[in-house]
């Protein structure tokens, strides 16, 4: 029975963090539940339990939300009919893949279709054709044994059609654009329970909009992935000492235009365990061995390094390196702003809030955005943005307790990088409290991708990467 439903007759309104059931709203859930346990059994459809909590706790530790109905979905079926009952009982739907979005918009439905159990790669060609629970360490294992890599980002346990449906910067942006830029076709269910093939000829629009336009149009239960042979890349970081950053910034604002496709090199602002903070560069260079050493000593160049660390690794090694200096069990907020450069005023915005960080966890760094993503037209796909940025990422950590000091560092530093920002900004990052980050997010591509919304899902079923409000632009 759904949460809060006793067996019996008798019903228990269980209030969970604020959020009562009303009776009305009980009758719809029960309908659900019925519909989805006449469907599909009782083993795919839980609303407590281990796997109901496996699916309810997300990377972020501060989103604690309570679904009504988890449908564990293992098929393209299954997710039809996660999809069909939360319409017809007129319930909210959130979609689970990676769980990995920091707002917790994946399990913010009161039915949850998880996805966890659709993983799966299978590669003809240059394709790969994965599951729309696929994570990216798998994708990139797959493609690796095989002599490939994928464009994914740059941890592993994040979901590929969460990434790259909102977007996808990674280590090889400069060569191969985003994610979304990678995507060739997909499996949709649809607002109406249909299940649509699309690519750039078969449902055009909705393949645009798809592309970065988040999982607002549907559910993507398969995703069809261009690989490049790639097998393996230089990758590693190049770590300066935080009193050079003047220099090396501006060093690297110099070199930014001068960087071939293949070099993306990605500036992050650490501390050590010991609390001493660095600017550490991370480098991925996917062209010929031989020219390894080059653009090593390129980046070294950009000052004094103190830390050099950078070999030949496959995607797949690269993103479990990156796995394991992930933390878990932590409260998290994510700001962002896009900068079109990293000029003297903004870094010293960045190095003051690192030195006055309210958390010896948090941490700020900024994916690059050059090379083949600039080249693609804007109007070509839903994303907002292709002129050259750095998508800065303020990531606010800190083990559980007080939020207050957290949120208000977050914020702080989004405000103080506002004057050097652009109107656009990474919807995979800005939050439901952000709507006019949202207004602006999709800059011209806006109007399309409202009227699209309109056509795909009239009723509002799909609620991922906040969209623009006004409809003004249709
Ligand atoms: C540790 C960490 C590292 C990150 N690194 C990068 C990075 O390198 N580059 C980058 O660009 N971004 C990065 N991100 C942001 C990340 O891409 C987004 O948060 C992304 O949405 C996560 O996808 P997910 O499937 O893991 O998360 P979820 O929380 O499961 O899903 C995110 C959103 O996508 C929807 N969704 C997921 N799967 C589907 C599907 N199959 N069909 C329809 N909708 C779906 C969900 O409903 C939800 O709204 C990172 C985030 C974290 C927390």
Redesign the pocket.
Known sequence: MPRGISASASINFEAKKGHSIMQEEFGTIEKAFRILTTRLGTSKVVSSGTDYEKTRN???AAVQLYPQIVVLCENTSDVQAAVLAAASCKLSF?????????A????NGQVVAD?TR?RGVAIDGHVATIG??T?STDLAEAASAQGLTAV????G???????A??????HLTAKFG??LDNIVGAE?VLADGRVIQTDETQEPDLFWAIRGG??NF????Q?RLKLHPVANIADGIIAFPWEQAGEVFKAYSAMIATLPDGLTVMPTFFAAPDGKLSIVFHLAWCGDQAQDERMIERVKSLGAPTTVQVSRKTLAEVLKEAERR?MTGIH?I?RTVTLPELTPASIQVIRRAMEHRSSPLSWIAS?PFYGAGERIPLRSTAFGIRTRHF?V?IYTAWQPGEEAPHRAWADGVEAALKPFALTSS?P??FGTDRPDQAAQAYGENAGRLLSLKQRYDPNRL????SLPESSSKI
């Open positions: 997300i990377w972020n959130s979609v689970r893949g990676g769980g990995h979005d920091w917790g918009r994946s399990v996805l659709m729309g629970g994570i994914t980002g740059i941890i346990s994040v979901g590929v059609a969460g990434l449906l909102g977007g996808g910067y990674g985003m994610a949709v988040g999982g549907g559910v993507v239960t995703l992930t998290w994510v994916h998508m990422g990474y995979n990052y799909f609620n991922a990467i």
